[in-house]
Antibody
Framework: EVQLVESGGGLVQPGRSLRLSCAAS????????MHWVRQAPGKGLEWVSG????????DYADSVKGRFTISRDNAKNSLYLQMNSLRVEDTALYYC??????????????WGQGILVTVSS | SYVLTQPPSLSVAPGQTARITCGGN??????VHWYQQKPGQAPVLVVY???DRPSGIPERFSGSNSGNTATLTISRVEAGDEADYYC???????????FGGGTKLTVL
């Protein structure tokens, strides 16, 4: 069974950092691109960042570029999101998602259950 | 940046057909994907590449895409179809994934 499990969320003050992790199982991790998508409370889906199968290609939404860094460790079947200089508006449920190809493009055929990040003083 | 526009809400009676639109500049030239999200749950892919269905998705879900509008059609709507629906594309000019704002489908 394909499974994605996020961890690392929590309450953090504005300006601080947080690192999210996503543990993948049930598929050959290094055959697929991966993404982070977030959803602010009561709002729609917002793509945050994507990475291709071998980490050669990384893309970021304008709202997080320069503050967030996506990475992956294929040996550990894990995806990461390093979030620096966090802002109140980064408060959201963060989902890890798998795409159907190596290239880091949609669609996303598997999603984790999400991890909550709350940025507040 | 590329923008996808969806109606915020749509109400349909059980057994009727729901058509959820997704507007974008020349969206017909892109591959459109659709997700269903029920309250408290992660999104689920229901249609990809305009009109293909992942395994396990009922045939009642179908899609089309032409010109400036893509459409997700749900035939014979059931109470269990009540959810938020999002369209999605890849914008190759910016290398960004783009989501529509979402449509809340209410089954009367």
């Amino acid at each position: 069974e394909v499974q994605l499990v996020e961890s690392g969320g929590g309450l953090v003050q504005p300006g601080r950092s947080l690192r999210l992790s996503c543990a993948a199982s049930g598929f050959t991790f290094d055959d697929y691109g991966m993404h982070w998508v977030r959803q602010a409370p009561g709002k729609g889906l917002e793509w945050v960042s994507g990475i291709n199968w071998n980490s050669a290609g990384k893309d970021y939404a304008d709202s997080v570029k320069g503050r967030f860094t996506i990475s992956r460790d294929n040996a550990k079947n894990s995806l990461y999101l390093q979030m620096n200089s966090l802002r109140v508006e980064d408060t959201a449920l963060y989902y890890c998602a798998k795409d159907i190809s190596r290239f880091g493009e949609p669609p996303f055929d598997c999603w984790g259950q999400g991890i909550l990040v709350t940025v507040s003083s | 940046s590329y923008v996808l526009t969806q109606p915020p809400s749509l109400s349909v009676a059980p057994g009727q057909t729901a058509r959820i639109t997704c507007g974008g500049n020349n969206i017909g030239s892109k591959s459109v994907h659709w997700y269903q999200q029920k309250p408290g749950q992660a999104p689920v892919l229901v249609v990809y590449d305009d009109s293909d269905r992942p395994s396990g998705i009922p045939e009642r879900f179908s899609g089309s895409n032409s010109g400036n509008t893509a459409t997700l059609t749900i035939s014979r709507v059931e109470a269990g179809d009540e959810a938020d629906y999002y369209c999605q594309v890849w914008d190759s000019s910016s290398d960004h994934v783009v989501f529509g704002g979402g449509t809340k489908l209410t089954v009367l």
